[in-house]
């Protein structure tokens, strides 16, 4: 069975960090792309972050660029966001989402996998 299972979310002041973790089971995601959306109340789903896990290939929201990181773990079945210097934009119930691809897919729809989603939350 193929699951997503997102934590790490929580409270965090402004300029604060948080890591995300999203881990992986029933398959392996050496040929998928990874991607976390986030959504906030009574805004649309924005794809934040984007990994190509066939070639490390990343891609960031113009919003979170220089702010946030994805990455892999060294047990492969998992991948995080780093997100640093944390502003009140960026509270949102934030998803990890899979597809098998060679390439990076923007479009939520794309996605076949999601996880059920964690809270991040700003304030001082």
């Known amino acids: 069975q193929v699951q997503l299972v997102e934590s790490g979310g929580g409270l965090v002041q402004p300029g604060g960090s948080l890591r995300l973790s999203c881990v992986a089971s029933g398959f392996t995601l050496d040929t998928y792309v990874i991607a976390w959306f986030r959504q906030a109340p009574g805004k649309e789903r924005e794809g934040v972050s984007f990994l190509s896990l066939i070639d490390g290939e990343t891609s960031y929201a113009d919003s979170v660029k220089g702010r946030f990181t994805v990455s892999r773990g060294n047990g492969k079945n998992t991948i995080y966001l780093q997100m640093n210097n944390l502003k009140p934009e960026d509270p949102a119930v934030y998803y990890c989402?899979?597809?098998?691809?060679?390439?990076?897919?923007?479009?939520?729809?794309?996605?076949?996998?999601w996880g059920q989603g964690t809270q991040v939350t700003v304030s001082a």
């Open positions: 989402a899979a597809v098998f691809s060679s390439f990076i897919q923007f479009p939520d729809w794309a996605y076949d996998y």
